[in-house]
Each structure stands twice: as structure tokens, then as C-alpha cells.
């Protein structure tokens, strides 16, 4: 499916996304948070791209890993060690690999999933990027089963399924993170982390 140099054009693609929609997710966040959602993830995978030249000859876990330390160290609140230990738990998932294929990476998001979910105390249903990973997560694992997996089109299910977890954000009372301050004002607005992570997952997809 993927080597390291594909990863490595696959983490500047979403840097270069991140930078993009940084006003996007600001102003979401703006609406249930403190507004700094897109300047983070945009700062955190600036840092991301300055080290990508470092870890060409680097195998997959450690690149994803690196992109975890990375954005733990560079990026404030709440998405950074949330996005971080993701990376990091991916990478780990991952290993000293080269190639990586589709269950692979479903085997990475999943870890990355627990890994937010032990970081941050959360699960699905309170209105966290959560929201759209898991059910892209469990659409993909359906998807990538049946007998000779079409990378692109269990990746599309994927973005599908995180995109309709962003619509169904808008239904939730928020309660974690700061739009939990807000309780049920909080209504009517989609979450922002769940919103850049559907960015990140289109970017893979788009990507095959
Ligand atoms: P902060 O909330 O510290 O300002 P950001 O604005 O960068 O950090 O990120 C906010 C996003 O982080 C939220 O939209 C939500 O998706 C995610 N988030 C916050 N708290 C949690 C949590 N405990 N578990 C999972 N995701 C969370
Ligand atoms: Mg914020």
C-alpha cells in the first residue's frame, strides 16, 4: 500500500491542509472554544514539515513517532498531546516497517484511538474528534474484510463515515475539553477536532 517516502509526502500533504483550513477550525472553535484549534494544528504541523528532511531514511514507526514528539512538544492544549499520543501509539502500532498496507494502517488508527481515549479521558458521544475517528475506524475495519481490499475505496468509506461524525457532532452536548463549559450551548455546533481529523483522513484518501 505505502512506503516511507509516500508516508512522508502523505505528512507534508496534510501540513500543507492543515495551514489551509487553520481559519476554518479557528473559527469553529471559536464558536465552542478559545479559537486557537486551527492555529495549533497548524503551528504543530509546521514543526512537522522542518523535520520531515530528518527522517527520509527512517522506517514508518519512527516517522509517525517523531510526528507524535513533535506535535506533544509544539502544539498547546488539548490537540496536542491528544493528536500526539495518537502519532505515537500509530507509530508504535506500526513498528520498524517499510511498506505498511491497508490493515496496517487500521491497526494504527486503532491504536491511536485508545491512545486518545486513555489520554483524554473521553469516549465516543462527547463531542470530540472521537466522533468521527471511531466510526471511520469501524467502517474501514468493515470495508478492508472483504476478501481483496480496494485501498481508495475502504479510505473513501473511511472519510464518508468521519465526515457524516461531523454532522452528528452538531446533535451533542460537548463533555470534554472546554466546549463542555458551554454545556448545551453548545448544540448546533460541530466539533472542531473532529473536523481536522476528517481533513487528515481525506488527505490519506486522496492520496491513493
Ligand atoms: P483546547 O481545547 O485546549 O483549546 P484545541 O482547541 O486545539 O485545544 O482542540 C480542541 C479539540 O480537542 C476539540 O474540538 C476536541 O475534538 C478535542 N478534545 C478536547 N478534549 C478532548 C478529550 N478529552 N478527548 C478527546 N478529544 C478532546
Ligand atoms: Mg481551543
Known amino acids: 500500500m505505502t512506503d516511507s517516502k509516500k508516508v512522508i509526502e502523505i505528512l507534508l500533504r496534510i501540513a500543507r491542509e492543515m495551514e489551509e483550513q487553520k481559519d ?40 509517525l ?17 491528544l493528536y500526539g499520543t495518537a502519532f505515537l ?18 491497526a494504527a488508527l486503532n491504536a491511536a484511538i485508545e491512545g486518545i ?12 474528534m472521537l466522533d468521527a475517528m471511531i466510526p471511520a475506524y469501524e467502517v474501514m475495519l468493515l470495508a478492508a474484510d472483504s476478501g481483496e481490499p480496494d485501498c481508495r475505496k475502504v479510505l473513501d468509506a473511511g472519510v464518508a463515515a468521519a465526515e457524516a461524525g461531523v454532522e452528528h457532532t452538531k446533535t451533542l452536548v460537548a463533555t470534554k475539553g472546554r466546549a ?29
Open 180 to 208: 463542555s463549559y458551554l454545556g448545551e450551548r453548545s448544540i448546533g455546533h460541530q466539533d472542531p477536532g473532529a473536523t481536522s481529523f476528517t481533513a487528515m483522513l481525506k488527505v490519506i484518501a486522496e492520496s491513493f
Open 24 to 63: 476554518f477550525l479557528t473559527e469553529l472553535d471559536n464558536v465552542i472554544g478559545d479559537g486557537d484549534h486551527g492555529i495549533n494544528m497548524a503551528r504543530g504541523f509546521a514543526e512537522v514539515q522542518r523535520k520531515m528532511d530528518t527522517l527520509s531514511e527512517q522506517d514508518i514507526g519512527a516517522i
Open 89 to 106: 501509539k500509530a507509530g508504535m502500532t506500526i513498528g520498524a516497517k517499510n511498506e505498511i498496507e491497508i490493515s496496517d494502517f487500521l
Open 65 to 81: 513517532k517523531s510526528v507524535g514528539m513533535t506535535l506533544v512538544s509544539t502544539v498547546g492544549g488539548a490537540s496536542g498531546p
Open 117 to 128: 481515549k486513555t489520554r483524554g479521558r473521553s469516549t465516543i458521544g462527547e463531542k470530540t
